[in-house]
């Protein structure tokens, strides 16, 4: 390695110390378990989080004689809009929440 690419590889290493990660935006292409596609890049489920407040959740309540399952969280469905953080490198993209258009 050269001093020019030397500097080059120092500079770099420096710039993405500042800049941990990206805020990005993708569409949920599937709900259980949850795809999510950013641009033309379909994100491996593995490397997606999810926090447990955009996760779909129900529950059965029952009061006296009669029971009922209501529905406490939506979750994220196909077709919604989503912001992600990615880690540098694209090693994982954190689902911050949804994105309503209008």
Known sequence: MNLAEAI??????????QVPCDVVFGIVTEEEPVGIKVGDIKLPVEI???PQHLTYKEERISLG????????REGLK????????RK??????????KIEEG
Do not use: F, H, P, Q
């Open 65 to 72: 004689i009669y029971e009922r399952t209501i529905v406490i």
């Open 8 to 17: 080059k590889k120092c500079s770099m290493e420096a710039w993405e110390a």
């Open 88 to 97: 540098r490198g694209g090693e994982g993209y954190v689902v911050t929440g």
């Open 48 to 50: 997606i989080y999810v």
């Open 78 to 85: 196909k077709g919604d809009c989503v912001a992600l953080v």
